[in-house]
């Protein structure tokens, strides 16, 4: 079965698109076919990976009937392709609230186009607007991460009850595939007291994998590659590698 993996939270700055880049690459580098779908009009996952913007001049696939997969564009990671976003998406979103079916027009897209892809992770934007809520619609499962900082936990019920809302009105399948504890200090209380809170109020959901605080990670983004490959074997890396055994694990 074809994994199609949410990456979501309402709050920005909580590791999303560093998470979707970096997955999404492990994967690829095990050995499976994946494609990271960039929903965030920042487009930061785009060039994070190494690839040019959607062209302005183009109408986005979601607005169109046309296969997703001839879209999506090979990146600097053997195995992993990229359906690229830009700040046109913002507009995408408006065009796509006019339209009953709005929020299924992703699911659509990628019904008919995963062809021998393996593994969908989508890096949602920082908001539960209709690009978020189409991703949750396509998706099997939803991954959250949270920074192990103040007010972690600030918006996580809200994202929870979407996810709930989403389920019981058009994707009875999509499950919570875990909650991710990102930006984890070892040198800092607050970040062990803000994991053991989380994983007190989320026993089952919070995965066992913690995402360090890591340079690594911003230096590989602004060198559009996957830390795993511009540092295999710093900190960040490791986890993401770890990660990504432990969310097909958790299958």
Do not use: W
Not at 70 to 79: H, K, L, R
Not at 141 to 168: D, N
Not at 213 to 230: C, I, K, N, P, T
């Amino acid at each position: 079965m074809r994994r199609v993996i949410a990456i979501a939270n309402q709050k920005g700055g909580v590791g999303k698109t560093t998470t979707a880049v970096n997955l999404s690459a492990a994967f690829a580098l095990a050995g499976f076919n994946a494609t990271l779908i960039d929903l965030d009009p920042q487009a930061n996952a785009t060039s994070g990976v190494g690839a040019e913007l959607f062209p302005e001049s183009e109408v986005h696939p979601l607005l169109r009937t046309e296969n997703a997969k001839q879209t999506a564009v090979s990146t600097n990671t053997a195995g992993l392709k990229v359906l690229p976003a830009s700040p046109k998406l913002l507009n995408v979103e408006n065009e796509l609230s006019r339209h009953a079916d709005g929020s299924l027009r992703l699911g659509r897209l990628l019904s008919g186009s995963l062809g021998e892809t393996d593994c969908v992770v989508i890096d949602c934007p920082p908001s539960l607007g209709l690009l978020t809520r189409s991703a949750l619609n396509s998706a099997t499962s939803v991954l959250i991460p949270i920074q192990c900082e103040y007010y972690a936990m600030e918006g996580l019920t809200r994202i929870l009850g979407v996810v709930e809302e989403v389920r019981r009105a058009s994707n009875a399948g999509l499950k919570v595939g875990g909650i991710l504890l990102t930006m984890f200090d070892a040198g800092l209380d607050l970040s062990h007291e803000v994991v053991s809170e989380v994983r007190d109020y989320f026993p089952e959901e919070v995965y066992d994998t913690i995402i360090p605080r890591d340079v690594a990670l911003s230096e590989a983004s602004s060198h559009g590659q996957a830390v795993l490959q511009y540092a295999p074997r710093s900190p960040g890396s490791l986890a993401y590698l770890e990660l990504s055994r432990e969310v097909m694990a958790n299958g």
